[in-house]
């Protein structure tokens, strides 16, 4: 029997899940190790006690690059640009992102003025080689470079339209300079918009060293203990790539993880036939809230991350630091909670592991909403008197209660949640009372009902195995490769050959690299887009179109496809007006294999297993406990309620009810 097995890296917890070919699950939490990232996964893999010879697909979402970008420890890069243009990063744009804030500085450059260095060459605006590159101004530069540096971003002018003078310099200083990450824009982010370019590839360039030293630790010691099939690593755009892949394109791992939720997502909405799902992922940590739209994920094709641009296709993700980690404190007064986390150690007071700070896991459990006799992760007790303790030392400042510290650090979090939903649906249009709630992470379930609540969701859904999604997510992901060509044209004036050409290329490219990634034709999709906007617009709307349509249907449809997905991102359109085509994208996918899920329960009757004092709306009720595994298909469980699993906890509080449906997920919804 061959197994699959995923692993997702949090911040708190690294969680691992094996699936058989029949279906058989088995999950598995450890605790992430900081700074050494393969542990916590070599850990999460022991500890599902399964035979590792037998895995024929690994794949695991990183945080390596994304730690390292957000604590910026990452590499030192020098920056080689075309003569003049060295300043083009740290001028950026004109625009003001926090215009009435009077203290708003503009990010802070990953490199600085000295460390960018000027070549002499220039390419025309169309590609052609205006002046050729002086490689003895190079080669000058390599003894200063390989003395000062773990990694080089070349950017040059217009490389977007041919790549050659990028290439010839990454050929001669992969040469001259081996051990240093050698990365360029035409491989990164091969698209116009100078700055977002070089702000793309300078990220990638200063995340390289550290993913290729991770992926190559992790690869060597997942070899030595017995593991077999290359290593997958989850990108950042909702699919999967090579570790080989990975370390060419850095980049794509910065959301590598939470990606897996969302995708996750996708599989459960085309299962219980819902559209349009908000997926939250609250773990230790972090508090993630992305979209599910008509059964796909949220892509876009440009993010920001932390003030930073990155042209690099990637699942719309918000991100608060809200989790069960959060450290509540006082200040100027009132009671706070969160950035600030507890992480795996010391971790919440409750833990015993050294934290005397309260969180919003030492919350949940003084008010009964993580039963008291429950393990963590299946193994871990839980210390009541040490979040009493803890609680208390923060409480006594505001002159609270123990109850009133504890639901006022979870009424917090909640409204912080809230708020970052909102985020990313009424800042953008979006009504979230539309949308069903899916949540998971360690935390998301105990918290679903109260955010819902403040949104005014109707329901609530918990899927199968909510502590471990993430991963599951990952197994469910196809292998994904997002390729762009500059393609500038008003639609009504297009040249229909070199638009055809520019589709067959990209096609031609993507079906390559799948084909080096081992997917066979069979399993081939490509999927053709296009980045339109109208005349005079600065940013434009990416409009899929069916593969298999001729040239003629697909420049016929495009003016409405546009318009339609103005529409529904804008809440207006201009009919008539004229648009113009800026890039031509393809995503060249390879199909996964889907995992099932068994709809059996386990032996153990669906009978309640204790009852706990829980606090709901300023008073104590009876809450009756169930596990999870019991609960047949089709049974109901009315609030007050609490239902147990290993790796996760579901809190349904008076006047709502939860239904196990089938694929083993919960749908909570009011009475």
């Known amino acids: 029997m061959t197994l699959r097995v995923g692993v997702d890296i949090g911040g708190t917890f690294t969680d691992a899940i094996a699936i058989s070919d029949n279906g058989e699950i088995s999950t598995a939490k450890a605790l992430t190790t900081s700074g050494r990232l393969a542990d916590g996964v070599l850990s999460a893999i022991k500890a599902l006690d399964i035979d590792v010879s037998g895995i024929d697909y690994f794949v695991h979402g990183t945080t390596a690059g994304l730690n390292a970008f957000l604590e910026k420890r990452g590499a030192r890069v020098a920056l ?20 009435y804030n009077l203290k708003y500085k503009s990010p802070r450059p990953l490199i600085e003025r000295r460390d960018r260095f000027e070549v002499t060459e220039r390419l025309t605006s169309d590609g052609a080689v205006h002046t050729p590159v002086d490689m003895n101004e190079i080669k000058e530069l390599v003894p200063h470079l390989k003395a000062n540096y773990d990694a080089v971003a ?22 001259a300079l081996p051990n240093l990450s050698i990365v360029t824009s035409s491989v990164v982010a091969p698209e116009w918009r100078e700055y977002e370019r070089t702000s793309t590839t300078a990220i990638s360039a200063y995340i390289a060293p550290i993913i290729n030293e991770y992926l190559h630790e992790l690869g060597t010691r997942l070899k030595e203990v017995g593991l077999a099939p290359e290593l997958k690593v989850m990108q950042s755009n909702g699919g999967v790539m090579s570790a080989i892949t990975a370390r060419s394109k850095p980049v794509q791992t910065l959301l590598s993880g939470p990606v897996g939720g969302t995708i996750a997502g996708v599989e459960i909405g085309k ?27 949220d892509i876009e094709a440009q993010a920001e991350m932390e003030g930073h641009p990155l042209l690099s296709p990637s699942v719309s993700m918000h991100t608060i630091g809200a989790g069960g980690g959060s450290i509540a404190y006082v200040s100027a007064g009132a009671l706070r909670v969160g950035p600030r986390s507890a992480g795996a150690f010391p971790g919440p007071a409750c833990y015993d592991r050294g934290g005397t700070e309260p969180t919003v896991t030492d919350a949940n459990l003084f008010l009964g909403r993580l039963p008291h006799e429950s393990k963590l992760a299946g193994n871990m007790n839980l210390k009541l008197d040490l979040a009493k303790s803890a609680l208390d030392s923060v409480g006594t400042k505001l002159s609270l209660s123990t109850e009133e510290t504890a639901a006022g650090i979870t009424a917090i979090i909640n409204a912080a949640m809230a708020n970052a939903i909102r985020e990313i649906t009424v800042s953008r249009g979006i009504d979230p009372r539309e949308y069903s709630l899916v949540a998971y992470g360690g935390a998301g379930p105990l918290h679903a009902v109260a955010i819902a609540a403040e949104l005014e969701l109707g329901s609530v859904i918990v899927p199968a195995n909510p502590g471990v999604l993430s991963a599951w997510g990952m197994l469910q ?26 589709v067959k290329k990209l096609e031609a490219d993507a079906r390559q690299i799948l084909t080096q990634e081992g997917i066979t034709t069979e399993e081939m999709v490509i999927q053709p887009a296009a980045d339109l906007r109208y005349v005079g617009q600065e940013y434009t709307v990416t409009v899929e179109w069916d593969s298999t349509l001729a040239i003629d249907g697909v420049l016929s ?13 804008y809440g207006h359109n201009n009919p008539g007006e004229d648009i113009e085509l800026v890039n031509i994208r393809l995503s060249g996918i390879g199909l996964a294999r889907k995992s099932k899920i068994s709809d059996a329960s386990s032996p153990i009757s669906s009978v309640a297993s204790g009852t706990q004092k829980t606090f709901f709306d300023g008073s104590w009720h009876e809450a009756t406990i169930y596990w999870r595994d019991s609960l047949e298909i089709g049974s109901k469980t009315v609030g007050p309620a609490t239902i147990l699993e290993n790796d996760c906890t579901t809190t349904i509080p008076p006047g709502w009810h939860a239904k196990m449906v089938s694929g083993r997920h919960l749908i909570l919804e009011r009475n």
């Open 80 to 99: 080689i640009t075309t003569r003049g243009f060295r300043d083009v990063y740290e001028i950026g744009r004109a625009n003001r992102p926090d215009m």
């Open 154 to 175: 070349i950017v040059l002018l217009h490389s977007y339209k041919n790549p050659a003078h990028e290439q010839e310099i990454a050929k001669y200083l992969t040469s």
């Open 271 to 297: 299962m219980l036939e819902h559209n349009k799902l908000i997926c939250v992922d609250m773990g230790g940590t972090s508090f993630d809230v992305s979209l599910v739209v008509n059964k796909k994920a």
């Open 477 to 502: 992901a196809d292998s994904r490769h997002d390729l762009v060509m500059n393609f500038y044209s008003q639609l009504k004036s297009i040249d229909k050959v070199k638009f055809e050409q520019g």
């Open 557 to 569: 449809s495009l003016t409405e496809l546009f318009e339609s997905q103005h529409l529904v991102r």
